[in-house]
């Protein structure tokens, strides 16, 4: 897969809804009901992060849930990357980039949502052929302001940017020309996943399906 080709699937799936849930999961019996959830409040798109033990197992759960695309974050090793596709991982992300991991992203066809914080952090993907980044963290490098003005001299790239993004400040990310989507937690707080309120979780899911 080329790296044009990987930011075009990941374009895509950045359209489909204005915010990904970024999931940290201990227990792979809350796979399913929370994919569910945020499914049915209108968050399709899913990323489960490599930092728990149960994570490539929650990704197989996520997997067969229907109108899910699943993916997988945190990717950091070849290894992170092999590993989420043979648990059924559609896409991955990155909190930075490196050549070995892009490499081994292209190798295994999975489209890559690599991680950027500077100007030439973002050029080198773009000179590599990736048009779709994560900014990231976006609230410490910055915020809203910050990418606007990133995007002003690379107005070709676009953003789903993540960390410290919260319904609170969303919308200034989400008013951006060079903002496909953004990443954000608190679509699945602890609390309500350790409780089991599947229906809560699909409430905030659908109060940020309308937000942008």
């Not at 990941?10 to 990904?20: D, K, S």
């Not at 992170?80 to 292209?106: I, N």
């Not at 790239?157 to 989507?181: E, I, M, Q």
Request: charged share 20%; hydrophobic share 45%; with cysteine.
């Amino acid at each position: 897969m080329t790296p044009s080709d990987a930011s075009q699937q990941t374009e895509a799936l950045c359209r489909l809804a204005p915010v990904i849930p970024v999931l940290v999961v201990d227990d792979t019996a809350q796979a399913r009901p929370l994919a569910e959830a945020l499914v049915a409040g209108g968050l399709p798109v899913l990323e489960v992060t490599l930092r728990t033990p149960a994570a490539l197992d929650v990704i197989r759960e996520m997997a067969q849930v229907e109108g899910g695309k699943v993916g997988a974050g945190t990717l950091l090793t070849p290894k992170d990357v092999q590993d989420a596709v043979d648990a059924g991982a559609t896409f991955g992300v990155s909190p930075g980039a490196t050549d070995r991991l892009l490499d081994a992203a292209e190798e295994a066809g999975l489209p890559m949502l690599p991680g950027a914080a500077t100007s030439s952090e973002v050029m080198a993907l773009l000179e590599r052929g990736y048009t779709v980044q994560k900014f990231f963290p976006a609230e410490a490098n910055g915020g809203a302001p910050a990418l606007k003005a990133i995007g002003s001299p690379l107005p070709q790239v676009r953003f789903c940017p993540t960390g410290g993004v919260s319904l609170k400040n969303a919308n200034d990310y989400l008013s951006l020309s060079n903002t496909l989507c953004v990443g954000g937690s608190w679509v699945a707080p602890k609390d309500k996943v350790a409780s089991g309120d599947w229906d809560g979780i699909s409430a905030l899911a659908r109060e940020a399906s309308q937000l942008g």
